[in-house]
């Protein structure tokens, strides 16, 4: 009896740990995630790295073991779209911030927010620090033989007469790309962009394979709803891209969704 209760506990034990394993893999342990899209825009093969919704979390001393493996990408340019810290969360600032100052230093970075980290402070320092604050503002940049038309909004809210087109005019003779934290494709589609890099949605948090997302905190089943929840999704030719993004909120819950660098190619359609 009493060797049957120590197995008992015993196998209790293991399946705990493996429990906390699990969550702690699912929760904290990098993926790098790749994308591929071709364009007859595109004259060379570009690398993008997409990060979104940090919430001040971190990967290393200082994110250290994030920067490198942002590195090891070689991107061309770095996008950045949204809740990097968490609101009110001055540790988590002081985290977002180091980070993106060191990938500046390293790479073209540009950045948009989110609804956690609408700061002007925040921004101007940025800034001064060499990210490219693109809240609605649009730039035309030259990468090896291939020009990309950046655009930014910092939406988190899209009122019913929202339209890109009284803010922007499209460019469509260059490869336009769109950062906005919020994924709300239907809205961006009638403009033309290309490409829409978003987060927002923490990838659903909790997913099962073959199944997708289960619940993201605002709609249960969105992949089977048609939201657009994580990845590369395609509709008429144009494009979006929805990160998994890399920290958790309110607590760190993610399931079968690890922390993501997303990692996008754009290669030449010729």
Known sequence: M???????????????L??????????YTLSVNHAEIKSDLV???????????????????????????????APDLVAITGDMFTYESESGKQTAFKLLE??????????????HDD????????????????????????VKNTKLHLYGIDNVYFPPHFDLENAFKK???????????????ERFHPFGIELVLSGDTHGGLFRLPFVGAVFDG??????????????????????????GGLGTYPVPAR????????????????
């Open 119 to 142: 700061d002007e402070d925040f921004f101007n320092l940025l800034r001064e620090n060499g990210v490219n604050v693109i809240n609605y503002k649009d730039e035309v940049i030259t």
């Open 43 to 73: 004259n060379d093969e570009i690398t993008i790295v997409h990060l979104t919704d940090l919430h001040g979390a971190t990967f290393g001393k200082e994110n250290k073991t994030l920067i490198d493996r942002v590195s090891a990408q």
């Open 102 to 115: 060191a990938l500046a230093e390293r790479f073209p970075t540009y950045y948009v927010n989110g609804e």
């Open 218 to 243: 605002k709609t249960a089943l969105p992949d089977m709803n048609g939201r657009f929840v994580k990845g590369l999704y395609e509709v008429n030719g144009q494009y979006i891209h929805v990160s």
């Open 171 to 185: 460019d469509e003779a260059t490869f336009s790309i769109l950062l906005s934290h919020m994924p709300e494709f």
């Open 18 to 27: 493996m429990l906390v394993f699990v969550w702690w893999i699912n929760n």
């Open 2 to 16: 009493k060797k049957l209760k120590k197995l008992h506990i015993t196998t209790v034990f293991f399946v705990l």
């Open 255 to 270: 399931l079968w969704n690890r922390p993501e660098i997303a990692v996008i190619k754009l290669q030449p359609d010729k």
